[in-house]
């Protein structure tokens, strides 16, 4: 008995040794500590009249929904700067370890606001944001670092699937119908689809979709690939976004960035490139006449009678 108390106390100290050496020695190859940076919170946002983000804190994940219900949730200039400013929060919060992205109300989104948008585009610009943001869409630098779940129902179609796209981890509530229809309107998939549904899907999938406009199903995307799970209803795919996310929390963080590290390090470089391009060629269509006869048939209800010009 003796024996056996003496080597466990013996290898407690080896460990605590052990761990002291490999600090001191990660002390050393750093040279001195960096400055501390401020410490950034990612503050709860409750849902009120004005509020098209809404933020929920729940433990070390956090809970981000769409809130613009009365217009399927689509997404305008302000609310695309809030998701952008909530990502940098997220990414920058150490308290928080997993983002669930969802949406209130019978949808998660239809996409973009395309009246809300259409001036900015067409002349290059976004609003100027005052708080520092991380592309939620992962097009441009700097990336993120930290897992986000997203989770969907109803109807999830363009800039909507491709926050989808984006995520790490994809449910779908059994109602979702996905789209991206833009070629149908005189766009085209500016968002990142044209690279990652390809990616996820395979060439033959992705174009079925997106040249054609049709939409698809849960059980669609989960046979391409795109879904890894399906809930019943919407509220049972958010409690399994939860859970997922809750299970990510619960493994060692610096484990968690290096394997999203290592995972952009193979698939980043040979879509960069791609990319880079999408929002000069978005903004190039909405300058032509097709765009103009898509929304001038939208309107009118009726089908658009495109020329190519």
């Known amino acids: 008995m003796q024996d056996t108390s003496s080597r466990l106390v013996g290898r407690r100290a080896l460990l605590k040794g052990t761990a002291m050496l490999a600090v001191a020695a990660t002390a050393r190859a750093q040279g001195q500590a960096p400055p501390a940076e401020p410490a950034t919170t990612l503050a709860d946002v409750p849902v009120g009249p004005s509020v098209t983000l809404t933020v929920e804190r729940r433990g070390d994940i956090v809970l981000v929904g769409l ?19 909530t990502f940098y929060q997220y990414e920058h919060d150490a308290s928080l370890r997993a983002l669930v992205l969802f949406g209130h109300g019978e949808h998660f989104s239809r996409g973009i606001d395309v009246d809300a948008s259409q001036a900015g585009i067409i002349a290059g610009q976004r609003p100027a944001s005052t708080a520092p943001t991380l592309d939620p869409l ?24 491709e926050m989808y796209l984006a995520s790490d981890v994809r449910v779908a509530a059994a109602n979702t119908r996905f789209g991206q229809d833009e070629n149908t309107h005189g766009r085209f998939p500016g968002g990142g689809a044209t690279v990652r549904f390809v990616r996820e899907a395979g060439w033959g999938n992705a174009m079925r979709y997106m040249l054609t406009g049709d939409h698809w199903s849960a059980d669609e995307s989960f046979r391409m690939g795109i879904t890894q799970q399906i809930g019943a209803t919407p509220d049972a795919a958010l409690e399994t976004g939860i859970a997922i996310a809750r299970k990510i929390a619960a493994c060692a963080p610096l484990s968690i960035k290096a394997t999203l590290s290592s995972a952009h390090q193979y698939v980043d470089p040979g879509e960069a490139d791609a990319l880079s391009k999408l929002g000069a060629q978005y903004a190039a269509l909405y ?4 765009f103009i006869e898509g ?4 309107a009118e209800g009726r089908p658009p009678k495109y020329q190519g010009k």
């Open 287 to 290: 300058r032509t006449e097709d």
């Open 295 to 298: 929304r001038r048939a939208e």
């Open 67 to 85: 809130n613009r219900p009365f217009i399927q949730n689509r997404i305008d200039p302000p609310t695309r700067a809030r998701l952008a400013a």
């Open 138 to 161: 992962g097009n441009s630098q700097p990336h993120r670092s930290k897992p986000v779940v997203t989770v969907v129902h109803g109807d999830t179609w363009n800039l909507g699937h």
